[in-house]
Nanobody, 128 residues
Framework: QVQLVESGGGSVQAGGSLRLSCAAS????????MAWFRQAPGKEREGVAG???????TYADSVKGRFTISKDEAGNILYLQMNDLTPEDTAMYYC??????????????????????WGQGTQVTVSS
């Protein structure tokens, strides 16, 4: 059974950094596009960053230059390094596996309907 478990969220001040992790059990990430999404209260879920099986990355314009998505060599842990955080980054962050064709690619913009196997989320709160 596929399980994704996010961790690493917390509360930071503006300008701070956090690194989120998403651990997979039951499979590896090596065959799928994996992505991070976020959802703030009252807003739609937004695709933040994605990484394809060949390592190509996709980022939302709002996080380009500040966030970096990566995964470990074994393909079991997905990361999101978040720097220069702002209050607008406050949200619940989720990792997810792409389920629609092409499952190995991450064409942008990232849409939540193309992804499944969501984790439970980790909260990020940025204060000004």
């Amino acid at each position: 059974q596929v399980q994704l478990v996010e961790s690493g969220g917390g509360s930071v001040q503006a300008g701070g950094s956090l690194r989120l992790s998403c651990a997979a059990s039951g499979y590896t990430y090596n065959h799928y596009c994996m992505a991070w999404f976020r959802q703030a209260p009252g807003k739609e879920r937004e695709g933040v960053a994605g990484i394809a099986t060949d390592g190509d990355t996709t980022y939302a314009d709002s996080v380009k230059g500040r966030f970096t998505i990566s995964k470990d060599e074994a393909g079991n842990i997905l990361y999101l390094q978040m720097n220069d955080l702002t209050p607008e980054d406050t949200a619940m962050y989720y990792c997810a596996q792409r389920r629609t064709y092409p499952a190995s690619r991450c064409p942008g913009p990232l849409g939540s309907r193309d992804f499944g196997y969501w984790g439970q989320g980790t909260q990020v709160t940025v204060s000004s």
